[in-house]
């Protein structure tokens, strides 16, 4: 992506089958021929992804995962500030 780009949408927002559902995270370091890699593997009960890290990338994955993990509200639930729009519809002005 080159700077000024819009971002991409972080979920595909025409997936049906994307919701809440439970996932598992697994985590193991590998030797490959490229050198040691972290490989992270996500499953759900509609696929599986596995991506092997390089150090630099897993550090990089893991400070923007932090960042965010950081912005959410301790009782997990998303607070939507005055005028984003909440299920579709803008919220009130407090």
Do not use: C, F, Y
């Not at 030797?31 to 509609?46: C, D, K, M, N």
């Not at 150090?55 to 965010?68: C, F, N, R, V, Y």
């Not at 950081?70 to 639930?77: N, T």
């Amino acid at each position: 992506m080159t700077p000024g780009q819009p971002q991409p949408a972080p979920v595909d927002t025409g997936n049906g089958l994307l919701s809440e559902t439970p996932a598992q995270v697994t985590t193991a370091l590998m030797q490959t021929p490229h050198g040691q890699r972290l490989a992270l593997t996500i499953r759900t009960a509609s696929t599986t992804l596995t991506v092997l890290l390089a150090p630099a990338d897993a550090k990089t994955w893991a400070a923007q995962i932090k960042a965010i993990a950081d912005q959410m509200s301790a009782s997990g639930l998303i607070v939507a500030a005055p005028g984003l729009p909440v299920n579709g519809k803008v919220t009130a002005d407090a």
